[in-house]
């Protein structure tokens, strides 16, 4: 399951994506990222439960400014850095005249 966590407003878009398939709860990306956004969560799959990183609910409406220290464009932020299944990634795309959202 993929999940995107952010909003699209008037000056673009920016969203945290997990897939839960591929996360493993390690915490590695809990532990490096410096706000203190992520958390495990449990989610629902095929009649578990399964343990998986998620935004806190809390930072849902914001991470677009907490998150702009990490400089996501370059999708080398520390939570996408230290993950080792490629199970997290940002999207972040500012609104201009050419502006294709590509999720
Ligand atoms: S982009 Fe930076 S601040 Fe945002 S969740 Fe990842 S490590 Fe944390
Ligand atoms: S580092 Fe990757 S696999 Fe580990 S908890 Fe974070 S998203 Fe999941």
Redo the contacts with the bound molecule.
């Keep these: 399951m993929i999940t995107y966590y952010g909003y699209t407003d008037g000056s673009g878009a920016f969203y945290v994506v997990?897939n839960s398939d591929?996360?493993?709860?390690?915490?590695?990306?809990?532990k490096q990222c410096p706000k203190n956004l992520?958390q495990?969560a449990s989610i629902f799959i095929d009649l578990d439960d399964k343990p998986?990183?998620a935004i806190k609910p809390e930072h849902c409406n914001n991470i677009k400014y907490l998150c702009a220290q990490c400089n996501p464009k370059q999708n080398q932020t520390p939570?996408i850095t230290?993950?080792?299944?490629?199970?997290?990634k940002c999207i972040s795309e500012p609104t201009n005249k050419n502006n294709h959202n590509n999720p």
Excluded: E, M, Q
């Excluded at 591929?22 to 809990?30: D, L, M, P, S, V």
């Design positions: 997990i591929k996360c493993n709860g390690c915490r590695n990306c809990i992520l495990i998986v990183v939570c230290s993950c080792p299944t490629k199970a997290i």
